[in-house]
């Protein structure tokens, strides 16, 4: 299935901003986040398709997948 | 030496300096701005009249070796929203002004001349002055001229041409450490200072300490309290991409107000952000890292150049690029910045003056994206002060009235920054219930609805909204009284160690024993004092809601409405 990546702020440094990938069926967010060689703990938010989510979440076709570190402002 | 209050009296021109009433002796920051004034400023008063008040105080640990702990407040009855007003802000004077022993500078009347004058404030006095030279002038004319003029280390608190006129969305600019300029940006209090005839205010300690009860434990608090700060994970993320970091995790969330909030994302979003900033930053030779005040360990603050690596603004936030990048959908990171500068010069709101372009922008007075036209408006028309320009500076809510607009997105009149409360329902409570009108730091909700920091809560449902933005709003009317960035709320919402710790350095500053039940009892007061000062000025719970378009427009992509019902929005007040 086709699932598009987004990184941002210091988790693109030497990965990517946006990326395609052809994912197994069963593809875990935090499988993704392992591949991409992210450490679980730096993570902050989740989102799939603008919506907030957690590492266990099964992908689906087409989904859009957004990793942010903990990060703030206002 | 104890604090003191030091008071000038424009109607007289006489100055004096007193001791500190004892129910005021326990506040500082935004507790005694707002005590001050609803004590003394009659609520239902022109708020440029001879009856308002201009009161300025640091906090409680400003002026110490605390981190994070230089933040000032300004207060007074707004001219933008009618009601109580506190605008919070970096640079040098908080501590400069803490270390001259004032505890609150309280500026009252008006003068009969028609002149401008200035203020100088001393450990052991404080002097009225006519000035002929810096009328007329942008504030970083002021701060240029000042410190040829003035020998040794001055704050200096300014206002520019905006303030001058009297404009609604007029602020008072703060001098930071080198020299660039930290704003008292909302409800326009720089228009209270023009219309007090006051250019600038300039503030020198001389060889003033603030005196600390008991050294050893106010070091060791403030060592625990410091490594919560610099432990935090989201300390990192702000140093290296400023407050703007927000504006791809907010579009992603479908919650970026974009063109006159009629969507939630922003195609521009990638060319406006924080990590296209820090890129620009860097490639030009900038900053990504400054500090506002001294004893900064965030360092969220950046100087941003232009092509030529010549420094254009500092201090280029989130919100100013949100407002006029999405909401006036510019994706032009330079022309933002040269706007920054402008309203930074001429010392005008940048949300406030941002989110009423976008109104302007909807009324046909120019085209979404025509940056270039900003530009030419705040220099042709807001700057000289022409009949567009006035329309302007009086803010987003003048705009609409003026045009004839309904899309006008405002609480109390103030305009609402970068947070759609449709799809981030706790800061649609925040926006709707402040004292102060619509103002995201009143009680920053985007932490648990959106950034995962304190807990989560879903941002489209309703369930626990009103009770997280009251404890939010509780909170940070104590921050605000400390002198600390508000930023130190994310290390205290996660991390134990770190409320504990700023109890410890007020208890270890002045020698007393408060609990943390105390400083929320300190936060619940100041918000109930405010709503008293807004009650008595007419005010009513009708007034705590949105703008109707927010219960009626879906907003994309999640295509939700606010939905709270007035009803829902005052039980806000049962604390």
Redesign the interface.
Same mark, same amino acid.
């Given at each position: 299935m086709k699932v598009t990546i987004k990184l941002f702020a210091f988790f693109r440094e030497s990965r990517f901003k946006i990326e395609n990938r052809d994912l197994e069926k069963g593809t875990t967010v935090g499988n993704i986040v392992d591949v991409l060689g992210i450490d679980r703990k730096e993570i902050g938010v989740l989102m799939i398709n603008s919506r907030h989510t957690t590492l266990e979440t099964e992908l689906s076709e087409n989904d859009i997948l957004a990793i942010f570190p903990v990060i703030g402002g206002g | 030496m104890a604090d003191k209050i030091f008071r000038v009296n424009m109607s007289t021109l006489t100055t004096s300096i007193e001791d500190v009433p004892k129910s005021w002796a326990g506040h500082g920051g935004r507790g005694l701005t707002s005590t001050i004034v609803a004590a003394e400023v009659e609520p239902t008063c022109h708020p440029l009249g001879e009856k308002n008040k201009l009161v300025i105080a640091p906090g409680l640990l400003s002026g110490t070796i605390a981190a994070n702990s230089g933040r000032l407040s300004i207060g007074a009855k707004s001219p933008l929203t009618g009601t109580i007003k506190e605008s919070n802000a970096g640079g040098t004077a908080a501590q400069i002004l803490a270390k001259a022993g004032c505890k609150a500078l309280i500026i009252e009347g008006l003068p009969e001349k028609d002149c401008w004058y200035s203020i100088a404030l001393t450990p052991d006095s404080v002097t009225i002055s006519e000035e002929t030279e810096l009328p007329g002038k942008g504030n970083f004319a002021v701060i240029e001229t000042l410190s040829d003029r003035l020998e040794g280390k001055h704050a200096v608190l300014t206002i520019g041409q905006a303030g001058e006129m009297k404009m609604s969305s007029a602020n008072i600019s703060i001098k930071d450490p080198d020299g660039n300029l930290r704003s008292s940006g909302r409800g326009g209090l720089g228009a209270v200072m023009g219309s007090k005839k006051i250019k600038f205010i300039t503030i020198d300690a001389k060889d003033g300490k603030v005196a600390i009860a008991e050294p050893e434990k106010f070091k060791e608090a403030n060592r625990v309290f410091a490594k919560a700060l610099v432990d935090?994970?989201?300390t990192?993320?702000?140093g290296?991409?400023?407050? /703007?970091?927000?504006v /791809? =995790?907010i579009n992603?969330?479908?919650s970026l107000p974009t063109k006159n909030f009629t969507a939630g994302?922003f195609e521009g979003h990638?060319a406006i952000s924080?990590?296209t900033m820090h890129d620009i930053i860097v490639e030009r030779g900038g900053k990504p890292r400054h500090n506002c005040h001294a004893g900064c360990v965030i360092q969220?603050s950046q100087i941003y150049n232009d092509a030529k690596g010549e420094k254009l603004t500092a201090g280029f936030?989130?919100?100013s690029i949100w407002a006029m990048g999405a909401d006036c959908c510019v994706d032009n990171l330079d022309q933002i910045a040269e706007a920054d500068k402008i309203m930074d010069d001429i010392g005008i709101d940048t949300i406030e003056t941002s989110v009423a372009f976008g109104v302007a922008m909807e009324a046909g007075v120019l085209e979404f994206g025509d940056g270039a036209g900003i530009l030419r408006i705040l220099e042709d028309d807001v700057t000289k002060g022409t009949g567009l320009g006035r329309i302007i500076g009086n803010g987003t809510g003048s705009v609409g009235r003026a045009y004839g607009v309904t899309r006008v997105p405002v609480v109390k009149n103030q305009a609402i920054p970068a947070y759609d409360p449709r799809s981030i329902k706790g800061m649609g409570i925040t926006y709707a219930t402040s004292t102060q009108g619509a103002d995201?730091?009143m009680g920053?909700a985007?932490?648990a609805n959106?950034?995962? =920091?304190g807990g /989560?809560v879903?941002?489209m449902s309703k369930e626990g909204q009103i009770e997280l933005s009251r404890n939010l709003q509780v909170a940070t009317a104590a921050i605000d009284s400390t002198g600390m960035c508000?930023?130190i709320a994310?290390a205290a919402l996660d991390d134990e160690t770190c409320l504990p710790a700023l109890v410890d350095l007020l208890n270890a500053r002045f020698g007393i024993g408060l609990t943390g039940d105390d400083v929320v009892a300190l936060g619940q007061s100041i918000l109930k004092t405010e709503r008293g000062f807004n009650m008595a000025a007419g005010f009513t719970a009708a007034d705590d809601r949105l703008p109707d378009f927010f219960y009626t427009e879906a907003l994309p992509?999640?295509n939700v409405v606010f939905d709270f019902t007035d009803e829902e929005m005052a039980t806000f007040w049962d604390f």
């Open positions: - | 935090h994970p989201l990192a993320g702000l290296q991409f400023g407050t /703007n970091v927000l /791809n =995790v992603e969330a479908g994302q990638e924080g990590e969220c936030e989130y919100e995201h730091t920053y985007v932490t959106i950034l995962g =920091v /989560n879903d941002p508000l930023f994310f992509p999640h």
